[in-house]
């Protein structure tokens, strides 16, 4: 006969609860990692497979699909909680600041001709540091060293200029793999067995 530990009980429900009630943002990570691996992979094709020279502005597709799609995700978020931790204030701010400088960054690196040798280890630089924070806030170690991982991915992507310049958009992809879609897996994978 199993027997149950009154105490334990309580405790594991009650973690549950309070997870449950804390605004979490756990899909903007897989959203926004799915979207820039995905926009840079196709970019990163077009351009060294296929020689297509119209390709070099597809990365913007992101920003297109995947503001509206954050709004709504953390629409439904506030919704369902009703409230907002200074933590997820944190977290909402540094991604802001994050996406706001990579989006205005990677524009004015394009129309400065400059796109091919700052704009995506800057991106990539960039989402690593968001991540890390995150991460640090959270108390999440796999977001923090997924972190660490991308910024070094995107420094050591200032490395490929000249005729590698092209394999930033891959090593931006992977930084997006890396710092976004794998943490934010595993975060979300945590909150739905309520560690």
């Known amino acids: 006969m199993e027997q149950f530990d009154a105490l334990d009980v309580i405790a594991r429900t009650r973690g549950k609860v309070e997870m449950d009630g804390k ?62 931790t200074h933590a997820s204030k944190i977290i909402l701010d540094v991604w802001i600041f994050v996406g706001v400088a990579c989006f205005v960054g990677g524009l004015a690196f394009g129309f400065a001709d400059k796109f091919e040798t700052f704009a995506m280890p800057f991106i990539g630089l960039l989402v690593g540091i968001g991540a890390f924070v995150t991460g640090e806030v959270n108390r999440f170690r796999p977001k923090i060293i997924g972190g660490i991982v991308g910024s070094a991915i995107g420094i050591v992507s200032f490395l490929l200029q000249g005729d590698c310049w092209t394999w930033q958009m891959f090593a931006l992809a992977l ?7 794998i943490p934010g897996y595993l975060y979300k994978r945590s909150l739905k067995n309520g560690v």
Request: charged letters at 15%; glycine letters at 8%.
């Open 23 to 84: 605004p979490t943002g756990e899909n903007l990570f897989l959203l926004w990692g799915g979207l820039v691996a995905v926009f840079f992979l196709l970019q990163f094709v077009l351009w060294e497979w296929l020689h297509q020279d119209w390709c070099m502005w597809i990365w913007t597709g992101a920003v297109v699909i995947g503001w509206p799609w954050m709004i709504v995700l953390l629409r439904k978020d506030h919704r369902r909680t009703h409230l907002r």
């Open 175 to 181: 930084v997006s793999i890396v710092s976004l879609v």
